[in-house]
């Protein structure tokens, strides 16, 4: 019969080692309970980890679009509220400018209404969100427009050196008396056209023709802002440049009911315009929340996935818990019990 020693060092070293292990356990049983998943994915899923991986990368993808469309949303939406107060403008200088042809408003009053419209535009314009110009296409960190009626502006330097090399005298000139309707419109179509509808733009705008092109699902972008270079901007500045400038000269009453007729059409055009770029913003808009709403479907779907993969029973992981918290609480019982063993106590 073969006898082995057996020491209360070894056993307490034992005791010690099992507990390291449980209580490594009990941190892992203790996160699954709290997160309801997997502690260790590769452990627990074996050769099914790499699904949870695609599920995670494409779940991640998902989620991030989203969060972008939660801010293009929002830059469409005050896009689309600054679009409608320019096309109130237009109405409202549109309005204006039919009293004119008519003979009724004062130059004084056409040209103080005119520049306010242009105070306006140049305002709504300049929008920013989030420290981002929302009209200045991908120029975004540049102001778009210029002010008109500030004093250094180059637009109205060039619109006041247009009117002197077609005439030969400026608008406040007695001379500008004389100018007839045939040659204000001239002087419009040749002049002041090019510098709003034309290469003259620059003079006045920053702002690039390309939009800002926003990636609104995993297959699908779209262009999701407008450029201050659109056509029904460009036409309610020029009709508010003219009103302001050529009224508060010394324009013939024939040749101011001539650039009334010319900027009234102008502004009606500008309010189609205007119409039309609303129209597709809100398309936009509705793009981009549909493509939310799908994407949110698709990450509910790779969240149920998931938790079919990496889930846990909450009541199996509590018990889990609470039986390891009881091994480890008997193991230190045990061994403070094993300590306190000793060949004297035992003698005496």
């Given at each position: 019969?073969?006898?082995?020693?057996?020491?209360?060092?070894s056993?307490?070293?034992?005791?010690?080692?099992s507990?390291?292990h449980?209580?490594?356990?009990?941190?892992?049983?203790?996160?699954?309970?709290?997160?309801?998943?997997?502690?260790?994915?590769?452990?627990?899923?074996?050769t099914?980890?790499s699904?949870?991986?695609?599920?995670?990368?494409?779940?991640?993808?998902?989620?991030?679009?989203?969060?972008?469309n939660?801010l293009?949303?929002?830059?469409?939406?005050?896009?689309?509220?600054?679009?409608?107060?320019?096309?109130?403008?237009?109405?409202t200088?549109?309005?204006?400018?039919?009293?004119a042809?008519?003979?009724?408003?004062?130059g004084?009053?056409?040209?103080?209404?005119?520049?306010?419209?242009?105070?306006?535009?140049?305002?709504?314009?300049n929008?920013?969100?989030?420290?981002?110009?929302l009209f200045?296409?991908?120029?975004?960190?540049?102001?778009?427009?210029?002010?008109?009626?500030?004093?250094?502006?180059?637009?109205?330097?060039?619109?006041?050196?247009?009117?002197?090399?077609?005439?030969?005298?400026?608008?406040?000139?007695?001379?500008?008396?004389?100018?007839?309707a045939?040659?204000?419109?001239?002087?419009?179509i040749?002049?002041?056209?090019?510098?709003?509808?034309?290469?003259?733009?620059?003079?006045?705008?920053?702002?690039?023709?390309?939009?800002?092109?926003?990636?609104?699902?995993?297959?699908?972008?779209?262009?999701?802002?407008?450029?201050?270079?659109?056509?029904?901007?460009?036409k309610?500045?020029?009709a508010?440049?003219?009103?302001?400038?050529?009224?508060?000269?010394?324009?013939?009453?024939?040749?101011?009911?001539?650039?009334?007729?010319?900027?009234?059409?102008?502004?009606?055009?500008?309010?189609?315009?205007?119409?039309?770029?609303?129209a597709?913003?809100?398309?936009v808009?509705?793009?981009?929340?549909d493509?939310?709403?799908?994407?949110?479907?698709?990450?509910?779907?790779?969240?149920?996935?998931?938790l079919?993969?990496?889930?846990?029973?909450?009541?199996?992981?509590?018990?889990?818990?609470?039986?390891?918290?009881?091994?480890i609480q008997?193991?230190?019982a045990?061994?403070?019990?094993?300590?306190?063993?000793?060949?004297?106590?035992?003698?005496?």
């Open positions: 019969m073969k006898t082995v020693s057996v020491s209360s060092a056993v307490s070293n034992a005791m010690r080692y507990q390291m449980m209580q490594m356990e009990l941190v892992e049983a203790q996160k699954e309970m709290t997160t309801l998943k997997v502690a260790d994915t590769g452990l627990a899923l074996g099914r980890a699904q949870s991986v695609n599920f995670h990368r494409d779940l991640d993808r998902l989620n991030t679009i989203i969060d972008s939660g293009v949303a929002l830059r469409l939406g005050t896009t689309q509220s600054a679009l409608d107060q320019i096309g109130a403008l237009a109405q200088l549109m309005e204006t400018l039919t009293t042809t008519t003979g009724d408003l004062s004084a009053v056409l040209s103080d209404s005119g520049k306010a419209t242009l105070q306006s535009l140049t305002g709504l314009a929008t920013a969100l989030n420290g981002e110009y200045a296409g991908t120029n975004t960190d540049i102001k778009p427009l210029d002010d008109f009626t500030a004093a250094d502006s180059p637009a109205k330097a060039a619109f006041d050196a247009a009117f002197f090399s077609h005439f030969g005298f400026t608008k406040d000139d007695p001379a500008a008396a004389s100018i007839t045939a040659q204000i419109d001239d002087f419009i040749t002049k002041v056209e090019p510098q709003f509808l034309g290469a003259g733009w620059g003079n006045w705008s920053s702002a690039t023709d390309q939009g800002i092109v926003s990636r609104i699902s995993l297959n699908e972008t779209v262009e999701t802002s407008v450029s201050a270079n659109n056509e029904g901007i460009r309610l500045a020029m508010a440049a003219m009103a302001t400038d050529l009224f508060s000269g010394n324009l013939s009453d024939e040749a101011r009911k001539a650039a009334a007729t010319r900027a009234l059409s102008l502004s009606g055009q500008a309010i189609s315009d205007l119409s039309q770029i609303r597709q913003t809100g398309i808009q509705k793009s981009v929340s493509a939310s709403d799908r994407m949110k479907t698709q990450t509910d779907l790779f969240k149920k996935h998931l079919d993969l990496e889930g846990v029973d909450p009541y199996e992981a509590a018990t889990r818990v609470n039986d390891l918290m009881t091994h008997t193991s230190f045990l061994t403070a019990r094993i300590q306190q063993l000793s060949l004297l106590n035992y003698l005496t």
